[in-house]
């Protein structure tokens, strides 16, 4: 298995990993019906074979989601992960606004169909595209989380599974359409995200439930996921955790909005993250070309007034700093680059300790990034090349 990669919610996709998915999405309409990794063939296999009860509901379904991202990767960029869609952590607005668009502007400037908003339906369903119902009160969304949040405190397996059947069914009837019937839900496109999500709760109660799957469970057969070069049907067990499949979740993400990134700004941990073991924490500074000016950027958490002059060695608040090697040491004019296409610059810093010292659960983190030139005086933060800043918590 060549590593991990990580689900991340569709809201904190940066714009270059929709663009990535919507090609990718837009490349499996394309294909024919008989291909393994067309829309069409996946789409239709929820119809035929899949299973909503007890035991089954949760194995099949990761395993489904699995072989659409598998197509994902396989028919445009093995860099593609499933992002989800989270209904189940808290006040929600509904279908994620990726989704929610007929059209979307591609890279090229264009407004073309948005494959996240509408997926095309076989003939045998009566051809055209999927369609939603727009007459939900978006308040139900809070019933829906409020539900799978019980459900994460189920102690058994199988309370666990009944208990987020029911939120989740909820889901499909208030998405409507195609998504309230078995032989439909596989073509509408937020099919996909929506079963990330119910995967991704299950994640979640396996880190607090550790152990191994009910024996019903794991020996269940999973039609139509065969075993490689063999007849036999895939088992429960062949899906009991995410890391034997290649995957895990981002637990927390938070995308930054360009006018924030320099203030004090704010977020809210999910308690549920506090009972789980913290593989890590992240703060990813993202741009698409190199520094031109060198400088630090310090990192504080629950500081009351960072600055320059914020103490960093033994302040327990201070949670590391990125150094940005440019090409400028001060205001002097940049020196011509080559650039690789799609060459990223990305800087990652690992804030866990601090994070776990200065938080609690459920109470309000505070965080401020500080940009330092050389000569230890502030930079403006326009001369800070940046494009995005990201918090992930796995
Ligand atoms: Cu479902």
Same mark, same amino acid.
């Given at each position: 298995m060549n590593g991990i990669h990580y689900r991340r919610n569709i809201d904190c996709l940066t714009s270059d990993?929709? +663009?990535?998915?919507?090609?990718?999405?837009?490349?499996?309409?394309?294909?024919?019906?008989?291909?393994? =990794? !067309?829309?069409?063939?996946?789409?239709?296999? %929820?119809? !035929?074979?899949?299973? $909503?009860?007890?035991?089954?509901?949760? @194995? /099949? +379904?990761?395993?489904? *989601?699995?072989?659409?991202?598998?197509?994902?990767?396989?028919?445009?960029?093995?860099?593609?992960s499933l992002p989800f869609w989270d209904w189940s952590s808290g006040p929600s607005t509904g279908v994620p606004s990726a989704c929610a668009t007929s059209t979307y502007v591609n890279r090229d400037g264009d407004s073309v169909p948005n494959p996240l908003y509408a997926g095309p339906l076989p003939s045998s369903l009566g051809g055209g595209m999927t369609a939603r119902r727009s007459d939900v009160d978006t308040r139900t969304y809070d019933l829906i989380a409020t539900a799978a949040q019980n459900a994460l405190n189920q102690s058994s397996f199988s309370s666990f599974q009944n208990m987020l059947n029911g939120p989740h069914g909820s889901? +499909?009837?208030?998405?409507?359409?195609?998504?309230?019937?078995?032989?439909?839900?596989?073509?509408? #496109?937020?099919?996909?995200? %929506? +079963?990330?999500?119910?995967?991704?709760?299950?994640?979640? /109660?396996? =880190?607090? $439930? #550790? &152990? @191994?799957? #009910?024996? =019903?469970?794991?020996?269940?057969?999973?039609?139509?996921? =065969?075993?490689?070069?063999?007849?036999?049907?895939?088992? &429960?067990?062949?899906?009991?955790?995410?890391?034997?499949?290649?995957?895990?979740?981002?637990?927390?993400?938070?995308?930054?909005?360009? *006018?924030?990134w320099w203030d004090i700004f704010k977020f809210r941990l999910d308690p549920h993250w506090f009972k789980m073991d913290i593989k890590s924490a992240k703060l990813v500074l993202k741009s698409g070309s190199m520094p031109v000016r060198s400088m630090e950027i310090r990192v504080f958490i629950n500081e009351p007034e960072p600055s320059v002059k914020t103490p960093t060695l033994g302040n327990p608040r201070f949670a590391g700093s990125l150094g940005m090697f440019g090409m400028t040491a001060g205001d002097e004019p940049a020196m011509q680059m080559k650039r690789r296409p799609n060459q990223r610059f990305d800087l990652e810093l690992d804030i866990s300790r601090t994070l776990v010292k200065q938080s609690a659960s459920g109470e309000e983190v505070s965080m401020k990034l500080v940009p330092v030139g050389i000569d230890g005086q502030a930079v403006s933060p326009d001369k800070v090349n940046l494009d995005g800043i990201e918090i992930l918590i796995d």
């Amino acid at each position: 298995m060549n590593g991990i990669h990580y689900r991340r919610n569709i809201d904190c996709l940066t714009s270059d990993q929709l +663009h990535d998915l919507r090609e990718a999405l837009a490349a499996m309409f394309e294909l024919p019906a008989e291909d393994g =990794n !067309s829309f069409e063939k996946i789409g239709g296999l %929820h119809g !035929s074979d899949c299973e $909503h009860g007890s035991p089954g509901f949760l @194995t /099949w +379904h990761r395993a489904y *989601i699995d072989v659409f991202e598998k197509a994902l990767q396989c028919c445009c960029d093995n860099s593609i992960s499933l992002p989800f869609w989270d209904w189940s952590s808290g006040p929600s607005t509904g279908v994620p606004s990726a989704c929610a668009t007929s059209t979307y502007v591609n890279r090229d400037g264009d407004s073309v169909p948005n494959p996240l908003y509408a997926g095309p339906l076989p003939s045998s369903l009566g051809g055209g595209m999927t369609a939603r119902r727009s007459d939900v009160d978006t308040r139900t969304y809070d019933l829906i989380a409020t539900a799978a949040q019980n459900a994460l405190n189920q102690s058994s397996f199988s309370s666990f599974q009944n208990m987020l059947n029911g939120p989740h069914g909820s889901v +499909h009837l208030n998405v409507g359409g195609q998504m309230m019937t078995f032989a439909g839900a596989g073509f509408d #496109p937020i099919f996909y995200l %929506h +079963h990330s999500n119910v995967d991704r709760v299950w994640a979640q /109660w396996q =880190n607090t $439930h #550790p &152990g @191994t799957l #009910p024996a =019903n469970e794991a020996s269940l057969e999973l039609e139509p996921f =065969n075993m490689p070069y063999s007849a036999d049907w895939k088992t &429960g067990a062949d899906f009991a955790t995410t890391d034997q499949l290649g995957y895990r979740y981002s637990t927390f993400c938070y995308f930054l909005p360009p *006018i924030v990134w320099w203030d004090i700004f704010k977020f809210r941990l999910d308690p549920h993250w506090f009972k789980m073991d913290i593989k890590s924490a992240k703060l990813v500074l993202k741009s698409g070309s190199m520094p031109v000016r060198s400088m630090e950027i310090r990192v504080f958490i629950n500081e009351p007034e960072p600055s320059v002059k914020t103490p960093t060695l033994g302040n327990p608040r201070f949670a590391g700093s990125l150094g940005m090697f440019g090409m400028t040491a001060g205001d002097e004019p940049a020196m011509q680059m080559k650039r690789r296409p799609n060459q990223r610059f990305d800087l990652e810093l690992d804030i866990s300790r601090t994070l776990v010292k200065q938080s609690a659960s459920g109470e309000e983190v505070s965080m401020k990034l500080v940009p330092v030139g050389i000569d230890g005086q502030a930079v403006s933060p326009d001369k800070v090349n940046l494009d995005g800043i990201e918090i992930l918590i796995d």
